[in-house]
């Protein structure tokens, strides 16, 4: 049986992308990470799918979802332009349509439709 494990390897372009995502999703874009290490927008998105699986901007996407999502649980009275805001989406209609992608719903329909535990909506 063959060790996968030995033929895997690091790339530090992708940990300093992945890093920069997660440290302030609401702040970063992709332009600015190509810009910061040098490679292209084009050569950054090849990378980024090859050790990730995605492209950095669908990452970056989901990463903004799952922000809002903790928003949305940690607020008693939900303003949904200031989540939009915080999370780094242009407006509030991209926060919409992205969040309608990943969930299904829109963020009112998920927060009328949301159980008790984070990420669930019970199915009728």
């Not at 992708?14 to 810009?35: G, T, Y």
């Not at 927008?41 to 996407?61: A, D, M, R, S, Y």
Request: include cysteine.
């Amino acid at each position: 049986m063959q060790c996968y494990l030995n033929q895997l390897r690091e790339n530090p372009f992708v940990d300093f992308a992945i890093s920069k995502i997660l440290s302030c999703p609401n702040q970063i874009s992709i332009k600015e990470i190509s810009k910061n290490v040098g490679y292209s927008h084009k050569h950054v998105c090849k990378i980024f799918k090859e050790n990730v699986g995605v492209t950095p901007k669908t990452f970056l996407k989901i990463i903004r979802f799952q922000k809002a999502i903790q928003q949305i649980e940690q607020q008693r009275f939900v303003d949904w332009s200031a989540i939009a805001y915080d999370c780094g989406f242009y407006d509030q209609s991209h926060f919409i349509a992205d969040f309608k992608v990943f969930s299904g719903f829109t963020p009112t329909e998920y927060l009328n439709q949301k159980g008790e535990s984070l990420n669930y909506v019970p199915i009728k």
